[in-house]
T-cell receptor
Framework: DSGVTQTPKHLITATGQRVTLRCSPRSGDLSVYWYQQSLDQGLQFLIQYYNGEERAKGNILERFSAQQFPDLHSELNLSSLELGDSALYFC????????????FGEGSWLTVV | QKEVEQDPGPLSVPEGAIVSLNCTYSNSAFQYFMWYRQYSRKGPELLMYTYSSGNKEDGRFTAQVDKSSKYISLFIRDSQPSDSATYLCAMSAGGSNYKLTFGKGTLLTVNP
């Protein structure tokens, strides 16, 4: 158990809908990262927050947004969902913003039908 | 050319074999190199972390980095069925602009 908690574990929704994925980082970790994992693209970095502020942005679509709250938990919002958004979404956390050693949660498995 | 290339396998070995997993990369700015293990439908788990070139050993696992060749390796000695998983290499340049770049992973099966 990495200490990073993600909910929900599984989610099935229809195209065009919006979902919110939630992440609680390890105790004491200030940085939160979101990754998308699909069979063809592998693990893709989406976005990083450090202590409530956006730190780095990766291949995140405009339909997706995230935030980190004062209690350090984070949410990833996915809207206008398309079939191609079906993937495993991971949250990870680290103590420092450099994030060379990050710890992953178990993931949220999103299926868009 | 992708920044990080990793043979997806699958790789199947008998129990007790020595396993060699490799990644190549193109970005010479990478200084931090990691190996993650991912069991089916689970989150990646940090296995080894190395800074710059050299070797690092942890139990049955040895990580090697050759920056001159832009090549990293993970060796698993006395492999066990419980080592069956996908192994992902990851690397970053460090500094203020964080970005960890992953290989696509190699699926390893260790047969009893």
């Amino acid at each position: 158990d990495s200490g990073v908690t993600q909910t929900p574990k599984h989610l099935i929704t229809a195209t065009g809908q919006r979902v919110t994925l939630r992440c609680s980082p390890r105790s004491g970790d200030l940085s939160v990262y979101w990754y998308q994992q699909s069979l063809d693209q592998g693990l893709q970095f989406l976005i990083q927050y450090y202590n409530g502020e956006e730190r780095a942005k990766g291949n995140i679509l405009e339909r997706f947004s995230a935030q980190q709250f004062p209690d350090l938990h984070s949410e990833l919002n996915l809207s206008s969902l398309e079939l191609g958004d079906s993937a495993l979404y991971f949250c990870a956390s680290s103590v420092d913003p450099g994030g060379n050693t990050i710890y992953f949660g178990e993931g949220s498995w999103l299926t868009v039908v | 050319q992708k920044e990080v290339e990793q043979d997806p396998g699958p790789l199947s070995v008998p129990e007790g074999a020595i396993v060699s997993l490799n990644c190549t990369y193109s970005n010479s700015a990478f200084q931090y190199f990691m190996w993650y293990r991912q069991y089916s439908r689970k989150g990646p788990e940090l296995l080894m972390y190395t800074y710059s070139s050299g070797n690092k050993e942890d139990g049955r696992f040895t990580a090697q980095v050759d920056k001159s060749s832009k090549y990293i390796s993970l060796f698993i000695r006395d492999s066990q069925p419980s080592d069956s998983a996908t192994y992902l290499c990851a690397m970053s340049a460090g500094g203020s602009n964080y970005k960890l770049t992953f290989g696509k992973g190699t699926l390893l099966t260790v047969n009893p």
